[in-house]
């Protein structure tokens, strides 16, 4: 069942990147009168504040705009975390991908959104820290994947269990929506506890590979405006965020849900 507006999803182009060739499936509005390639959505969305949605959105968004793919960020969360950390890169040295604050409209975003589709290859959305919130929701009937981030602590991992509720909800009404959980701030050095190994099924979201440490460049980056591929010693970062990011186009690319 496809949502109103909402065509099949097309494989169409085939881009090379810096390192390897990857299959970008795009879209193509099959119904509009000006059938182009579409924007893909990622929407990074979690019932919580603090699991780094903002972060990995912003390394995502660094990550696919260095590789040469057109990027927005869509800020949707009014404390407009993302719009600052754009904000801090100095003159000389642009933020990689453009960040565009979207204000609190839940109907407004998903407008802002169509508007952008035909403008960027990503459209990378920060929601704010509360998974049922109507913006939250709005992204994730337009998204092709949610990412959920999620800290490897059983007391964070409880009090984020309602995303699974949120995204399946979604999804009921949009079943090309496709979620990936990601484990972010690991203590790096540990192995994930056994009692996260056996809270993380319950979400009912496969969870991916890469595992995001608990790292101080994650923190540096934002401070500066950057990308931790900007960062001088960050290579266990920077290797984790182009893990990451191939991790999602490959999800992109599959065919069908989940
Ligand atoms: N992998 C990480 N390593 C270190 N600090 C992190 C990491 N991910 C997020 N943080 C920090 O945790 C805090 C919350 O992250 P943030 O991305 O703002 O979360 P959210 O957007 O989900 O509220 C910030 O101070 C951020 O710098
Ligand atoms: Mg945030």
Redesign the pocket.
């Known amino acids: 069942m496809l949502l109103p507006g909402l065509p099949p999803c097309i494989p169409y182009a085939l881009h090379t990147v810096c390192f390897h060739t990857v299959l970008i499936v795009r879209t193509v509005k099959t119904s509009s009168p000006r059938a182009t390639a579409l924007a893909r959505i990622v929407v990074l969305a979690?019932q919580k504040?603090?699991?780094?949605?903002?972060?990995l959105a912003m390394c995502l968004a660094g990550e696919l705009a260095r590789r040469g793919h057109r990027v927005l960020v869509a800020d949707a969360d009014p404390q407009g975390?993302a719009t600052r950390w754009a904000a801090s890169a100095p003159d000389t040295k642009p933020f990689p991908a453009r960040v565009l604050a979207t204000g609190a409209n839940p109907a407004r975003l998903r407008a802002e959104l169509r508007s952008h589709l035909h403008d960027y290859d990503f459209i990378i959305v920060d929601c704010p820290?509360s998974a049922d919130s109507p913006l939250s929701h709005s992204a994730l009937l337009i998204a092709d994947l949610a990412v959920v981030?999620v800290i490897p602590s059983p007391p964070d991992l409880w009090a984020g269990l309602t995303i699974r509720h949120v995204i399946a909800g979604a999804a009921r009404v949009h079943p090309e929506l496709r979620a990936r959980i990601v484990v972010?701030?690991r203590k790096p050095g540990t192995r994930l506890a056994a009692k996260t190994r056996e809270l993380l099924p319950e979400y009912g979201i496969p969870v991916l590979n890469t595992q995001?440490?608990?790292?101080e460049a994650?923190?540096h980056a934002?401070a500066a405006g950057a990308t931790v591929a900007d960062l001088p010693r960050a290579q266990l970062a920077q290797a984790e965020v182009f893990s990451l990011t191939h991790e999602i186009l490959d999800v992109l690319e599959e065919d069908t849900p989940p």
Not at 212 to 215: A, K, L, N, T
């Open positions: 979690n504040g603090g699991p780094g949605k903002t972060t975390t820290p981030p972010n701030q995001v440490g608990d790292r994650f923190r934002a």
